[in-house]
Nanobody, 124 residues
Framework: QVQLVESGGGLVQAGGSLRLSCATS????????MGWFRQAPGKEREFVTA????????YYAHSVKGRFTISRDNAKNTVYLQMNSLKPEDTAVYYC?????????????????WGQGTQVTVSP
């Protein structure tokens, strides 16, 4: 199986930046599309961003477009989420996910491998 470990979360003031990393192991990383999802307390898990296996296609939730950037380095088996201009409403546990598909998906149901999550807290 693919193993995913997120890191880089923490506490930041509104307007600040964080970069999350998702280190992978197991099966061939380059064969998987990758996505980031987040979940706030009492809310459903929601799509944040996704990237195709080649890195050629990316998708962003409207709420983060222009502020967040997803990228991947297949040589390092790592996917990144650069988060700028953070807002308090971005506060959530962020999860990295992998799906055995070439095309990135915005649906959590298409991802079969998930990390433990990393907490991002944005103070006003």
């Amino acid at each position: 199986q693919v193993q995913l470990v997120e890191s880089g979360g923490g506490l930041v003031q509104a307007g600040g930046s964080l970069r999350l990393s998702c280190a992978t192991s197991g099966r061939t990383f380059s064969s998987y599309a990758m996505g980031w999802f987040r979940q706030a307390p009492g809310k459903e898990r929601e799509f944040v961003t996704a990237i195709s296996w080649s890195g050629g296609s990316t998708y962003y939730a409207h709420s983060v477009k222009g502020r967040f950037t997803i990228s991947r380095d297949n040589a390092k088996n790592t996917v990144y989420l650069q988060m700028n201009s953070l807002k308090p409403e971005d506060t959530a546990v962020y999860y990295c996910a992998a799906g055995r598909m070439a095309v990135a998906s915005i649906s959590s149901h298409d991802y079969h491998y998930w990390g433990q999550g990393t907490q991002v807290t944005v103070s006003p």
